[in-house]
T-cell receptor
Framework: DSGVTQTPKHLITATGQRVTLRCSPR?????VYWYQQSLDQGLQFLIQ???????AKGNILERFSAQQFPDLHSELNLSSLELGDSALYFC????????????FGSGTQLSVL | GQQVMQIPQYQHVQEGEDFTTYCNSS?????IQWYKQRPGGHPVFLIQ?????EVKKQKRLTFQFGEAKKNSSLHITATQTTDVGTYFC???????????FGRGTSLIVHP
């Protein structure tokens, strides 16, 4: 158990819909990362937050947004969903957001039908 | 942007055989990390290498960081069925602390 909690584990929705994925980092970790894993793209970095502030942005679509709340949990919002958004979404956390090891949650499997 | 290439994509071995996966970066890395993802699981951190030419061992696993800090390898001696999974390298460079992941090497061990 990594200590990172992600909910829900599975999500099935239709095209055009909006969903919210939730992540609670390990106790004491200030930084949260979101990654998307698909068969054809591998593990793609989406966005990083540190202590409530956005720190780095990767290949995140404009239809996607995220935030980190004062209690350090994070949410990833995906809107106007397309079939190609179907993937495994991982949240990871680290202590300070520097060159540290990442602790990954068990992921949310999103299926867009 | 930074690219991290990993080969091979898949590797089938008989239990007891050795296994190696290679990671190459288009840019000089400040550090490289290795993760293992079991089937149906999530990536789990194995190790981080920082110094040029660094070699670290964890039981049957040997990790190397190239002299130019642009390549790395993971070698497993005498594979076991518990080694099954996908091994990812992840490199950081250019002042960014965000690890860029390779596509991973899936290891299949036949008993």
């Amino acid at each position: 158990d990594s200590g990172v909690t992600q909910t829900p584990k599975h999500l099935i929705t239709a095209t055009g819909q909006r969903v919210t994925l939730r992540c609670s980092p390990r106790s004491g970790d200030l930084s949260v990362y979101w990654y998307q894993q698909s068969l054809d793209q591998g593990l793609q970095f989406l966005i990083q937050y540190y202590n409530g502030e956005e720190r780095a942005k990767g290949n995140i679509l404009e239809r996607f947004s995220a935030q980190q709340f004062p209690d350090l949990h994070s949410e990833l919002n995906l809107s106007s969903l397309e079939l190609g958004d179907s993937a495994l979404y991982f949240c990871a956390s680290s202590l300070q957001g520097g060159s540290e090891k990442l602790f990954f949650g068990s992921g949310t499997q999103l299926s867009v039908l | 942007g930074q690219q991290v290439m990993q080969i091979p994509q898949y590797q089938h071995v008989q239990e007891g055989e050795d296994f190696t996966t290679y990671c190459n970066s288009s840019t000089t890395l400040s550090n490289i990390q290795w993760y293992k993802q079991r089937p149906g699981g999530h990536p789990v951190f194995l190790i981080q290498l920082v110094k040029s030419g660094e070699v670290k061992k964890q039981k049957r696993l040997t990790f190397q960081f190239g002299e130019a800090k642009k390549n790395s390898s993971l070698h497993i001696t005498a594979t076991q069925t518990t080694d099954v999974g996908t091994y990812f390298c992840a490199g950081s460079s250019g002042g960014s602390y965000i690890p860029t992941f390779g596509r991973g090497t899936s290891l299949i061990v036949h008993p």
